[in-house]
């Protein structure tokens, strides 16, 4: 460090010094992120390399060694590359068709885009099985087909890319509707044909968004643990299903722990490229006011084209839905479908304990991770302190660590003293909380840097202590965005199950878990009818929420709702 | 209550610089007497809005002391510094009421609820707010929202109100009509008033004195008269206002000004300003309007000939640009041309001017 920097940072620890609340709470959120989220973390790492308390790489040579557990290192990158392709050419699609190519029903095709972000990840895969597995009704009762090959790379394919396109979607459709269609306009205006426009405006502006998203869809597929577990199988090996199956089956910690470095490593690299790289890549339009486009860029034969691509993407989706609803009518799927309540009533009997325990998990957690993302949210973009990048990047790291990874480092952690928490309710919410926290800090962050700090700064000016800002100024303003958060985190907590499947115990279950131990039993009706209560309480929270939000800031007008 | 900075200095670390740190603000003295109103001005990056903060409490000074009331004030935070603020974003609370935002500096302060409502009721009839008390900020046009941070602002009878660019986001008639209220505001109150602005005119209407900033220091500390009629510096002569700078020699003093050689001819300045040594070299600044042009007549020995090269006719008055051989257009205006008639492109002129318009400097352009 060089004197000025030293200067610097004594004067952030002076300041610290003289706002003694402030110091505080920058204290406790460091410390609990190092014990939460890195503790874990070099838990799994440690574990792998020292298996019996001395340093060796034995465990790797035995995972590189071992033809199996590397051709689940192998199917993970290529399902990760694929998908992110694949489910980014959809995203685009679909987001090119909202934005630009003015095709009907644009509502519609928006809310079909929406549904798999809000459903439980692994509802495509159980669909999937339901309509083209042993007894589904397409293989089955349409086509009377045994034993159709879904199991393995093209059912996972499929899967994967209805479930995760969505996600390409919204960041694309943020994306193309920033780029201001006047600069095509301009770009016909001189002479461009509709193509060429496309190829040489609209894409390259579109390409930092298309690389993030890919970025992104590669991380979240690499860390997909639902759906491989269902549609994998032993032809088609998925690393983050080995790790599980290693310590859950085997009762082999380090190698399971290594799995999960293997899958760490990739996932962290790409995580870096995305958030230290391509989002600094991004273009701003600079111009004034949003602009109407007069002429569009898309011929009239194109637009059936992306048309008619749209739609069938909708019908495969729709075909998903009315499936997991109909299995969970259908008394005995594929074989016996008179339709039945009784379900239902298995999940309200039996199963019922695992849909209060989900809802207690997600009611906790959910606001207390909003509320730990919202003040890392505002230390991060309006404090500065030691620490303060740390803080940033270790709370943002959760996005970017495997579920499986972090549930593996959770058990290997808090099993022993200090800290003694396996099979209790703490763990699943500390889990919880910590895994979130992301999605609130970035709505926390989007909306305080939409909120001019002279506003801050006027009430300290007009008397407020540091506490009185918060409260009386700030909180106020970023509520409406710490509730808006909230529905994602909660939608996330409630779908959860990489991380959680190993924290659950017989104390505490939760629902994804329990549609898992349905599906390996055979029991596809019970676990349509658990999805269908999940998709169903996850809209009740959103309608909820949105209402409430609505009745309490509707009068603010326009600036306070359009979080 | 007065303000004093004493040898304030503000240095910022800036990595991308090869000396590491960038000296925003640069052993600034500064007295503001009791209800005085100082406009900073300069140009964009020259430290005044960073002397301000540096008075309202966001910035430490790295060297220097601040002293409100004679109080030293350094280590203060804004909260507790007997200061109020008008933002140049206004920074009006989006999620209260017009009335709320201006009573919450009250609010805050304690007071009972009573008076709270009764002072705010009297400060927004003062501003003309009380039409607009239950509106919600972003119901208001940008002239409303300016009223309220005024109002804001002085409700709390601060010792020295701030004004951080107040009127750069209103348009050009709004800003005359709300540059008369503040003036106006600021002497009923009888409250001690620091402004910042990069907009002459406006430091010119609204000022008791201006300091003129320029790289973080002081350039001149005057009357609006002083900083256009008789400026420190060439900065300051060629910031405010238009001038025409004519370099002579041979400068000598006497009582009625400075005498200097300009192109042979010996020519007078009523007045002069910074270092400059008898026998030596300056530059004597004229404003366009105190230029005097003749019809060229042959004979006469004026101290300048010229060609008019431009004329622009604005109805009051005439800009001319004159080429008389030099580096630059020579600028002049003149008015009322209904009566005193005017040039046209091309008319031969000489130029004139009396030696009371004439300000001799310095020939460096900051000191």
């Not at chain 1, 090959?149 to 920033?178: D, K, N």
Request: charged share 20%.
């Amino acid at each position: 460090m060089t004197d000025r920097a030293i200067g610097a940072s004594l004067g952030e620890i002076r300041r610290l010094v003289r706002d003694p609340l402030l110091a505080f709470v920058v204290a406790a959120v460091l410390a609990a992120l190092a014990v939460f989220i890195l503790y874990p973390l070099a838990s799994v790492i440690i574990v792998s390399l020292r298996p019996d308390g001395r340093w060796t790489l034995e465990i790797f040579r035995h995972v590189v060694s071992n033809p199996y557990l590397l051709q689940g290192f192998r199917n993970s990158i290529l399902m990760g590359v694929l998908t992110a392709v694949i489910g980014t050419g959809i995203g685009f699609l679909f987001a090119f068709a909202v934005t630009r190519a003015d095709v009907p029903f644009k509502r519609i095709l928006h809310a079909v885009a929406i549904i798999p972000i809000v459903s439980p990840p692994f509802i495509g895969a159980l669909a999937i099985i339901m309509l083209f597995g042993n007894n589904g009704f397409i293989t089955w009762n349409l086509l009377r087909i045994r034993n159709f090959p879904i199991y393995g790379f093209t059912g996972l394919m499929i899967a994967q890319a209805v479930t995760f396109f969505p996600v390409a979607y919204l960041t694309l459709r943020g994306v193309l509707e920033s780029i201001n269609p006047t600069l095509e306009d301009a770009a016909l205006d001189l002479g461009g044909s509709r193509f060429r426009v496309f190829r040489r405006v609209t894409l390259p502006l579109a390409m930092p968004g298309i690389a993030s998203s890919m970025l992104v869809l590669f991380i979240e597929t690499l860390a997909d643990f639902g759906n491989p577990l269902i549609l994998a199988g032993s032809r088609f090996p998925i690393l983050s299903v080995q790790a599980y199956l290693q310590i859950t089956g085997m009762y082999d910690l380090p190698t399971g722990a290594a799995l999960s470095v293997l899958l760490l490593v990739p996932s962290v690299t790409a995580w870096v490229i995305q958030k230290y790289w391509v989002s600094r890549k991004r273009y701003v339009t600079i111009t004034g006011k949003p602009t109407i486009s007069s002429v569009k860029i898309v011929s009239p034969a194109v637009r059936s084209l992306i048309f008619a691509a749209c739609l069938a993407v909708t019908a495969f989706i729709l075909l998903i839905y009315a499936s997991i609803l109909w299995g969970a009518l259908a008394k005995v799927w594929g074989s016996d479908n008179t339709p039945t309540l009784r379900h239902f009533l298995y999940v309200f009997g039996v199963g019922f304990k695992a849909v209060r325990d989900t809802l207690t998990i997600a009611g906790l957690s959910t606001p207390a991770s909003g509320l730990l993302g919202m003040v890392i949210a505002f230390l991060v973009i309006r404090k500065s302190f030691p620490g303060r990048k740390f803080m940033e990047f270790t709370s943002m790291l959760s996005f970017a660590v495997p579920g499986t990874v972090i549930g593996i480092g959770y058990i290997l952690a808090f099993n022993k003293p200090p800290l003694v928490l396996t099979g209790t309710l703490l763990i699943l919410l500390l889990n919880f909380v910590f895994r979130y926290v992301p999605v609130g800090i970035e709505s926390g962050v989007a909306i305080l840097q939409q909120i001019d700090p002279a506003i801050e700064e006027a009430a300290v000016d007009l008397g407020a202590d540091a506490r009185t800002t918060f409260s009386r100024v700030t909180l106020p303003m970023i509520v409406p965005a710490y509730f808006s958060g909230l529905v994602f985190a909660f939608v996330r907590a409630m779908t959860a199950i990489s991380a959680a499947i190993f924290l659950v115990s017989s104390r505490w279950n939760l629902m994804t878990v329990q549609i898992m131990a349905q599906v390996e039993s055979g029991r596809l009706g019970a676990a349509a009818a658990f999805s269908v209560i999940l998709v169903l309480i996850i809209f009740g929270a959103i309608f909820l929420i949105r209402a409430l939000l609505k009745a309490r800031y509707g009068r603010y007008g326009g600036s306070m709702l359009k979080f | 209550m007065s303000v004093r900075l004493d040898k304030v200095s503000k240095v910022f670390l800036d990595p991308s610089r090869p000396e590491g740190s960038v000296t925003a603000v640069d052993r600034v003295d500064l007295e503001v007497r009791e209800g005085e109103f100082v406009t900073l001005l300069g140009p964009s990056g020259c430290g005044k809005t960073t002397t301000l903060r540096i008075i309202s409490g966001f910035e430490a000074p790295t060297r220097g002391d601040v002293f409100i009331s004679g109080e030293r004030v350094n280590d203060q935070p804004p909260n507790k510094r007997d200061t109020s603020m008008v933002f140049q974003s206004y920074a009006i609370f989006p999620h209260m009421s017009v009335e709320q935002n201006v009573g919450f500096g009250l609010e805050l302060k304690g007071r009972p609820k009573a008076e709270v409502r009764e002072e705010t009721a009297r400060i927004m009839n003062v501003m003309g707010l009380t039409a607009l008390a239950k509106r919600r900020p972003d119901q208001l046009s940008g002239g409303q929202q300016q009223r309220v941070a005024l109002a804001r602002a002085v409700i709390n009878k601060p010792s020295v109100l701030l004004f951080d660019e107040p009127l750069s986001n209103l348009d050009a008639k709004l800003r005359d009509q709300m540059r008369l209220e503040i003036r106006r505001i600021q002497q009923s109150f009888g409250i001690t008033s620091i402004y910042v602005t990069h907009d002459q005119i406006e430091a010119m209407t609204v000022s008791d004195r201006i300091v003129v900033m320029e790289g973080g220091r002081v350039m001149q500390i005057g009357t609006p008269f002083e900083v256009y009629s008789r400026p420190a510096n060439r900065f300051v002569a060629d910031f405010i206002g238009r001038v025409n700078f004519f370099p002579v020699t041979d400068a000598s003093f006497s009582e009625e000004g400075l005498d200097a050689d300009y192109r042979g001819v010996r020519i007078r300045a009523g007045s002069r300003n910074g270092d400059i040594r008898e026998g030596g070299a300056a530059v004597v600044a004229v404003r366009p309007e105190s230029l005097r042009l003749e019809p060229e007549s042959g004979s006469a020995a004026r101290f300048l000939r010229g060609r008019i090269d431009k004329a622009v006719y604005l109805g009051a008055v005439v800009e001319y640009e004159i080429d008389a051989g030099l580096d630059r257009p020579v600028m002049a205006v003149s008015h009322d041309p209904v009566v005193a008639g005017f040039f046209r492109v091309g008319d031969g002129v000489s130029l004139s001017f009396p030696p009371a318009a004439a300000h001799a400097l310095a020939p460096e352009a900051v000191p």
